[in-house]
């Protein structure tokens, strides 16, 4: 009988979580681009680099006492966790954004916007991955760690996210080429 | 009302059927079985099934025994279907996303190995409670184990498309909601049979089982013959500023 609860409780979860995404996905394919872009949020790569430089670690541990190093490394793992988080959730705004676009009869917008979809994904994947050794990393804070793939993916979105913004707003692409 | 062999049990299990033929009729002459074929042989099995075990259970010179034999064999190609039809939808989610392909389908594997052997010890675990007739209880246990991984594999699929932000295809959405809304139903439940609660009740539970699969037909009827709206894409673009924000750090990244 024990068991039959369990089940019961895990069905009964289980309905709830995909009811309430199932009324999630609704609300966002019914809203279509509606303040999707107003949540990409700003990340300042220069300072994201040097939070993820091996370099800059090694310097720390050199320098500092065990203790104090430890404490430094997990501050600077949970800066990086918000940030890797912060990229994670503007690659999930990119694939809904490119994924509304997708829909577009022009040809060249459409193969901007798959690119756009496919770097994004690509770049959420990774950002999962690195969350889960940045966690494994806050608990041992000795052990090398490297998120550079989630920054070099960012960029490669960047340039995506441009081509494509590019195409649908020409008014941005003067001024882009002009900064290029 | 309700009782066994009410008015209302006999629609609630004869209704849905009708619905479901009628439904694969229509899905037929649209040409969906290119699209959905494991879906279209689902509707079309189910409704054959439940017909046959319906016209079994009326017919009094049916045993019992053959009865649960007829329903175990059901659920036996019932369940197999149904594997098809989740690597149908996984299919319909993952076909234009090449670049997590491959993760999907090592993580729904995995999680697909890991939900079979949950179901083994579940089974493992769930006692003989209809010792005159073992048929009852091992299709019972057959039933809640095959729904303890059809529930997972669907919460799965809800779950990846979720964290990735994947839009569904408007149909293979509705037939996924349409699952996993029985599933989870039919998992509850059959485990509460095959735990021998509600014993003198349980024909209550049929009640439950008829009633959500009545819901889930209408809710594949509404998303697969009602056209699409479309969403408004026309502005979908990036802002301006935001650009220009990107914009600023590639070029700041430009100078390094």
């Known amino acids: 009988m024990s068991l039959a609860i369990v ?3 895990a069905a009964v979860v289980a309905l709830g979580t995909i009811l309430r995404l199932a009324l999630t996905q ?28 091996s370099a800059e670690d090694e310097y720390l541990r050199r320098r500092l006492p065990p203790t104090e190093f430890r404490a430094v490394r997990r501050t600077r793992l949970r800066a990086m966790a918000a940030y890797v988080q912060a990229v994670s959730e503007n690659a999930a705004v990119l694939v809904r ?22 770097d994004a994904l690509l770049l959420r994947r990774n950002a999962t991955v690195a969350l889960a050794r940045i966690y494994i990393a806050l608990a041992w804070p000795y052990s090398s760690f490297a998120a550079v793939r989630v920054v070099d993916r960012y960029e490669r979105l960047s340039g995506s996210a441009m081509l494509l913004g590019r195409l649908q707003n020409p008014a941005a692409a003067v001024r882009l080429s002009a900064m290029r | 009302m309700l009782q066994p062999h009410s008015l209302l049990w006999h629609y609630l299990w004869l209704g849905p059927q009708v619905l479901q033929a009628v439904l694969a009729a229509f ?22 099934e439940q017909f046959t075990l319906y016209g079994m259970d009326v017919l009094p010179s049916v045993s019992t025994e053959a009865f649960w034999r007829a329903f175990w064999a059901g659920a036996i190609i019932e369940g197999a279907i149904k594997f098809g039809v989740i690597g149908e ?18 993580l729904i594997s995995g999680a697909g190995a890991g939900l079979v052997l949950l179901a083994v010890a579940a089974a493992a675990y769930t006692p003989i409670v209809h010792r005159p007739l073992i048929s009852i209880s091992r299709a019972h246990i057959l039933l809640q184990s095959s729904y303890v991984i059809d529930c997972g594999l669907a919460l799965f699929l809800f779950l990846f498309a979720a964290h990735f932000k994947l839009i569904w295809n408007h149909r293979a ?12 139903e039919h998992m509850a439940a059959w485990a509460l049979s095959a735990s021998g609660a509600w014993l003198d009740k349980s024909y209550l539970l049929d009640f439950l089982n008829m009633a959500t699969q009545h819901v889930c037909v209408l809710i594949w009827c509404y998303f697969l013959l009602v056209p699409e709206k479309v969403a408004t894409t026309s502005a979908v673009s990036l802002p301006e500023n935001n650009l220009d924000i990107w914009n600023r750090e590639l070029e700041r990244l430009l100078q390094q």
């Open chain 2, 89 to 106: 939808l996984f299919f319909h989610l993952l076909r234009s996303r090449p670049a997590i392909a491959k993760l999907g389908r090592r």
């Open chain 2, 27 to 48: 899905l037929w002459r649209r040409g969906m079985h290119k699209l959905f074929p494991f879906f279209l042989a689902y509707l079309t099995f189910g409704a054959i």
């Open chain 2, 173 to 184: 959405f509705g037939i996924a909601l349409g699952f996993g809304i029985v599933w989870c």
């Open chain 1, 26 to 53: 609704s609300l966002q394919v019914s809203r279509g681009s509606v303040g999707l872009a107003g949540s990409i949020r700003p990340i300042d790569i220069e300072a994201f680099r040097n939070l993820i430089d």
């Open chain 1, 97 to 118: 954004v490119g994924e509304l676009a997708l829909a577009s009869g022009d040809p060249h917008i459409a193969e901007a916007s798959q690119q756009l979809v496919n």
């Open chain 1, 7 to 9: 089940l019961v409780i």
